[in-house]
């Protein structure tokens, strides 16, 4: 057994690609290899930010070989069959095929033995073929090539069972046959290496750590070490972690000081403009206070111990955080208030207008919704709404555009906002995903929910929805916003009601596929509730009543529904639903009339026909009042007293009876039971 | 050259010298207002087809709506880009552009250089590549970048385009928080003077001409004039006079818009405008490019 090592050297390929980009390409090799019938134990791939590297463990030294059977005429064909056999089977004569005996005789077979193929070149057509086959979400072409890729090709390694192979049809590729470079400036003259775990150990002696994930716990247990050693802790950023580890192949952690003048500057736009321009992870003091000091990961290891880095990146942040604090003076010489008529300029949408028609509009809309939350105050609401996206004409929101809301906060509270009002500022964009806190303060639900909800009607008004994986307008995340909104702080609201709030207070906007909004609510609830395990058809089930667009109490019908439903009682009754919903169907199609209608008792006859039209009689006196005050569970324990009722009905009596008056009775009681069990759900929308 | 460079001047003559013998050819600065080192004819124009080409050149250029009338340390609306061009693009590019690093006093044994993702793209110009920001000790110092497309229209030879900003640079190299205080000259000069001394009242006064006294009106006639003069002379089979109006069009836009007299929506609409100017151009000259004059590859 045998072991393929392949590493593609490139100019630096982008941090965010290379993940992707080295699991794309293990697959492509391996996918050719098993095309092949070339079979091995193991494939693991590598990157940095110079190099994709995959190991291939356990390959035999050739595909195995194998026999094609091709089944031709009978023994005593004519000339001509035998002559087209010859043709399409290869054989140079008749002599060469077997002969069969089958049931129709004698037959002739050409049998085909195809040898297996060397290791080497499956390997070699695989590898060219796979770095051609890379996709990228950009790629360039260079010098004169013609081959494209994500940034120039620097060299291709490729060793089989110890040796360099050759690759098929590489042209322009820069072939390095068993040899490679280690990092660009420590390291920078070329070596050979004979299998993995050699070139894995000589790239470390060539300032290469290899492994992503040894990197990341070299630049973690550095920088806390060295936090730990200066009385500080590193504040935790996996998402900056993912990104600096593609930056650096010899990760050396430092530590740099920031002035004191700038730590008067709100921690969010120290740590924003750290993080999104410098790639610097932010520390704080053990009780959480930000501290002077922030960690630079350097690609280097130098002879002054990173002194000059070091002073270059406080240069760099010195510079970075004096503009940050230029805007931040600016900005707090203006009040909020007055930004506002300024976000006249900024378009919301061409069709939807301007940011400032859309304040106008959250003022109402917030203040409506905030009297449905409990303890929000609607003038809070209103003076939040207002002051919501003033921050947006800030110097420093058009600097840094992710501080938006957190700035509007300092800058509301600066001239003398209340807090919820603040917070409310801050936190109207939330949730921004499905592992975003969702806000629970009441005037940021009501100030969140209304800003989703304008944009949600806005632009299904104007038909701009949703298509496949296109929205542009974050659309999906605004509903599951809703939805987390109202669910997880049990909201007691109408969509439909918030819907048409919203659409009065666009005025008259031609209305296009507004109508779609809660079969689209509808969707994503399923999608949130999929992942609880909670059924889909039940979902259905509960929105075909049609009227139910209360979250939480469509949720706990649903809720209901799932128990009863997992029960024998209600599987049972479900199963009589069917019948007597089938048995209508039929009926009321052969009549041409509907069964709806008031039971006779007069018209009764048999037994279990009359104790059936009492149990439902007073199941619905007992339903409805459970239904009223939303005790679903409850309502489901009446229908399970339904069960002995009903069954013993369909066993002794006979729907279709001779006599038409006692039939179409029959029949109604049939459809009082459908009535009454779809006063939960739909029950027919069950699987 | 490992020493460090003395003044903003010297590390203009230390790049031309060091793209000098890689075999470039030094141009002087394009007469004409133009926003980025790019827009000159040697990048925009010389990257189609398939001559190959080679060249180094400090260019002027304009920022209008970055004008803090002298007042901020690092922003200006006058500042100068240094421009290589390399046509294809060769296999030691990067290599090449490192050691330009040398040249400046930058020893790469002692900092952390890093080619960070970055793409390049200019909607004016139709064109965009790929590349990275070049990073040393944290900050920006270079612009590297792999020409695709310039007027919509496919590189090919694919050109590497490296642009330093040179007032950044030399406050980087020469140790100064304040681009007024870099020395422009050799310090030891019996006339040592000052970046602010050279252009401090330049800053001041056009920033006051690009915010406030820039006669928006004049302005309009002058991007319509240009506009109309580009395809009349485009018309006339003229390609490098023509895209000299395209570049005349394109600053007197950026005026316009630091005057704050462009509203969104225009902004796009102008912008779309001058990129047609540009397609045209770069059409035409590629059309009027004779091939037998051009260097097979």
């Known amino acids: ?278 790639k610097y992870f932010t520390l704080e003091y053990p009780d959480g206070k930000p501290a002077p000091r922030f960690v630079i990961t350097s690609n280097m290891a130098t002879d002054d111990d990173g002194a000059a880095i070091i002073g270059g990146n406080e240069r760099v942040l010195r510079a970075r955080l004096s503009d940050a604090r230029f805007f931040y003076d600016q900005d707090l010489k203006t009040k909020l208030a007055e930004q506002r008529p300024k976000l006249a300029k900024i378009a919301f949408h061409a069709k939807l207008g301007s940011v400032l028609e859309r304040v106008e509009r959250l003022e109402k809309l917030a203040m409506e919704i905030a009297q449905s939350v409990p303890r929000a105050k609607p003038a809070m609401a209103i003076e939040a709404a207002r002051l919501c996206k003033c921050d947006l004409v800030s110097g420093m929101v058009g600097e840094f555009p992710e501080l938006q809301g957190a700035m509007g906060r300092y800058y509301a509270l600066a001239q003398g906002a209340p807090d919820e009002v603040a917070d409310a500022i801050r936190d109207h964009y939330k949730p921004l995903g499905p592992n975003d806190a969702c806000p629970t303060a009441p005037v940021t639900v009501a100030l969140a929910l209304a800003e989703k909800i304008d944009t949600l009607v806005g632009f299904f008004a104007i038909g701009e929805l949703p298509t496949g994986s296109k929205d542009p307008f974050a659309l999906r995340r605004a509903a599951l916003g809703v939805i987390r909104l109202i669910v997880e702080n049990q909201l007691r609201l109408g969509l439909t009601t918030l819907f048409d709030d919203a659409l009065n207070s666009y005025g008259n906007l031609a209305v296009s596929s507004i109508d779609q909004l809660l079969p689209f609510f509808a969707d994503r609830l399923k999608v949130v509730l999929k992942e609880r395990g909670v059924r889909q058809d039940l979902i259905d089930a509960v929105f075909a009543l049609g009227g139910e667009d209360d979250l939480v109490r469509l949720l706990a019908r649903v809720a209901a529904l799932q128990k009863f439903l997992a029960t024998d009682d209600g599987a049972n009754l479900l199963t009589a639903y069917r019948r007597a919903a089938n048995i209508l169907k039929i009926e009321e199609k052969r009549d041409g009339a509907s069964h709806d209608g008031p039971v006779d008792p007069g018209t009764l006859v048999e037994p279990e026909e009359i104790a059936l039209a009492r149990a439902l009689d007073s199941a619905a006196e007992r339903v409805d009042p459970l239904i009223d005050t939303e005790d679903f569970q409850g309502a489901m324990s009446v229908y399970s007293t339904l069960r002995p009722v009903v069954d013993a009905f369909f066993e002794r009596v006979t729907v279709n009876a001779d006599d038409a008056a006692v039939r179409r009775n029959r029949l109604r009681l049939l459809s009082r039971i459908r009535g009454t069990l779809n006063k939960i759900a739909d029950f027919s929308c069950i699987a | 050259m490992a020493d460090k460079p003395n003044s903003f001047q010297d590390i203009i003559l230390r790049l031309q010298h060091y793209w000098s013998a890689q075999g470039c050819v030094i141009l002087q600065p394009y007469d004409l207002e133009m926003g980025a080192g790019t827009f000159h004819p040697a990048t925009v124009l010389r990257a189609l087809g398939p001559a190959h080409w080679r060249a180094a050149y400090v260019q002027p250029c304009r920022r209008p709506s970055d004008g803090r009338y002298g007042e901020n340390p690092n922003r200006l609306q006058h500042y100068y880009q240094f421009q290589v061009i390399l046509k294809p693009s060769p296999a030691n590019a990067q290599e090449l552009y490192l050691n330009s690093l040398k040249a400046l006093g930058i020893d790469p044994m002692l900092h952390d250089i890093r080619f960070v993702e970055d793409d390049w793209e200019s909607p004016t110009l139709g064109a965009w590549g790929l590349g990275w920001e070049v990073w040393c000790d944290g900050m920006e110092v270079t612009q590297y970048t792999y020409f695709q497309q310039v007027g919509g229209i496919e590189c090919d030879p694919v050109s590497v385009e490296l642009t330093y900003g040179l007032e950044r640079l030399a406050m980087y190299v020469l140790d100064r928080e304040n681009v007024y205080d870099l020395p422009y000259n050799d310090p030891a000069s019996p006339t040592p003077l000052s970046y602010g001394d050279v252009f401090l009242r330049d800053e001041r006064e056009f920033s006051a001409f690009n915010f406030e006294a820039a006669n928006t009106e004049k302005l309009m006639i002058h991007f319509e004039d240009a506009e109309a003069e580009c395809h009349a002379l485009l018309a006339r089979a003229l390609p490098l006079p023509a895209y000299e109006q395209c570049i005349k069009a394109s600053h007197l836009f950026n005026l316009m818009d630091s005057r704050g007299v462009i509203s969104v929506l225009e902004r796009q609409a102008q912008i779309g405008r001058v990129r047609a100017l540009a397609k045209a151009c770069c059409e035409a000259y590629l059309a009027g490019t004779d091939p037998a004059a051009a260097h097979a590859a």
């Open chain 1, 1 to 278: 057994m045998a072991e393929f090592l392949l590493e593609i050297l490139s100019e630096d390929i982008p941090a965010r690609m290379q993940v992707q980009a080295a699991d794309d390409l293990k697959r492509l090799v391996t996918d050719a290899l098993t095309d092949a019938g070339l079979t091995f134990d193991s494939a693991v791939a590598h990157s940095t930010p110079r190099r994709l590297v995959l190991v291939i463990d356990g390959l035999p030294s050739a595909s195995p070989g194998r026999s094609e059977e091709r089944k031709g005429p009978k023994v005593g064909a004519p000339e001509v069959a035998i002559q087209g056999f010859l043709k399409s089977s290869g054989l140079a004569s008749i002599d060469q095929a077997e002969i069969r005996e089958t049931d129709k005789g004698a037959v002739y077979f050409a049998v085909r033995s195809i040898p297996g193929q060397p290791a080497e070149r499956i390997l070699g057509e695989a590898v060219v073929s796979a770095i051609d086959g890379l996709s990228w979400p950009k790629s360039m072409r260079w010098g004169a090539g013609r081959r494209r890729w994500v940034r120039p090709l620097a060299g291709i390694l490729a060793i089989f069972d110890g040796k360099p192979i050759i690759l098929t049809d590489a042209n322009e590729l820069p072939l390095a046959g068993d040899s490679t470079v280690g990092h660009r400036f420590l390291s920078p003259a070329r070596f050979s290496v004979s299998d993995f775990a050699d070139y894995e150990r000589q790239l470390l002696d060539h300032h290469v750590v290899l492994d992503r994930e040894k990197r990341k716990w070299r630049i973690l247990g550095d920088a806390k070490r060295k936090a730990e050693d200066i009385g500080m802790r590193l504040v935790p950023d996996e998402a900056l972690l993912e990104e600096v580890v593609g930056l650096v192949e010899w990760p050396v952690v430092l530590i740099g000081a920031i002035d004191d003048d700038f730590m008067t500057l709100p921690p969010e736009v120290r740590r924003t403009t750290m993080r999104a321009n410098q």
